[in-house]
Every structure is written in structure tokens, then in C-alpha cells.
């Protein structure tokens, strides 16, 4: 129910921005949050954006990566910027009424997309 874009390849230092968007229904009144993996690690959390507008950022990407919101469309954009080749991973969009302290736990999150991939090489 939530379709991602904008993956792709771009070299070290570049920049990229993910969107996310709902396809069957609207996730106005959800938390909306960012999550990455690789086959190497669990699910992690890189950014949130909470009902009420506070934002939260993995401390790995605070600094680099802004996660905003268009309510008129529905959408959810991260954008990420002073990529690494560490940055490289899956990225999904993640949607749900969170409480507040698991706003980074993917568990707590209802809806998903089905990711989309980033990869950070010369």
C-alpha cells in the first residue's frame, strides 16, 4: 500500500531523494518513517516523521538525510545527501500509528512498501 521510488546508483559525496506515496488509501494521520537493510544486517531505522511533525534521524544519517512530508499528495520524501558507500542498502517506506518510543522499532510499523534499492559506488 505504500510504493517507493527514486533508488539508483550514484557515487560517493552525491545525492539522492526517495519518495514514497500511498497507493490505495491516504496515511495522513500515520507516523511515517524510512527504514534501510542489507543482507548482511536486520531492518534499521534511518528516519521518522512523526503526526505531529517532529522528525527523527538514525544518528548515522543526522545531518545528511531530511525527511519531509507533502500533505497534499500523500508523500513522504527523504533526502540524502553526502552518500557512502555504507548508505547502500534497501530502502523502505514504512507507515503506522507508532507510540513514541518505537517510533525506530520497524515493529511498530503496519504498513510497508516493498523497497527500493540505493547503491553508493565509484
Known amino acids: 500500500q505504500l510504493e517507493e521510488s527514486g533508488g539508483g546508483l550514484v557515487q560517493p559525496g552525491g545525492s539522492l531523494r526517495l519518495s514514497c506515496a500511498p497507493s490505495?488509501?491516504?496515511?495522513?494521520?500515520?507516523?511515517m518513517a524510512w527504514f534501510r537493510q542489507t543482507p548482511a544486517k536486520e531492518r534499521e531505522f534511518v528516519a521518522a516523521?512523526?503526526?505531529?511533525?517532529?522528525?527523527y534521524f538514525a544518528e548515522s544519517v543526522k545531518g545528511r538525510f531530511a525527511i519531509s512530508r507533502d500533505s497534499a499528495t500523500d508523500t513522504v520524501s527523504l533526502q540524502m545527501g553526502s552518500l557512502q558507500p555504507e548508505d547502500s542498502a534497501v530502502y523502505y517506506c514504512?507507515?503506522?500509528?507508532?507510540?513514541?518510543?518505537?517510533?525506530?522499532?520497524?515493529?511498530?510499523?503496519?504498513?510497508w512498501g516493498e523497497g527500493t534499492l540505493v547503491t553508493v559506488s565509484s
Open positions: 516523521r512523526r503526526r505531529d511533525g517532529h522528525t
Open positions: 514504512a507507515a503506522g500509528v507508532v507510540i513514541l518510543s518505537r517510533t525506530r522499532d520497524p515493529s511498530g510499523y503496519s504498513y
Open positions: 490505495q488509501r491516504t496515511f495522513t494521520r500515520r507516523d
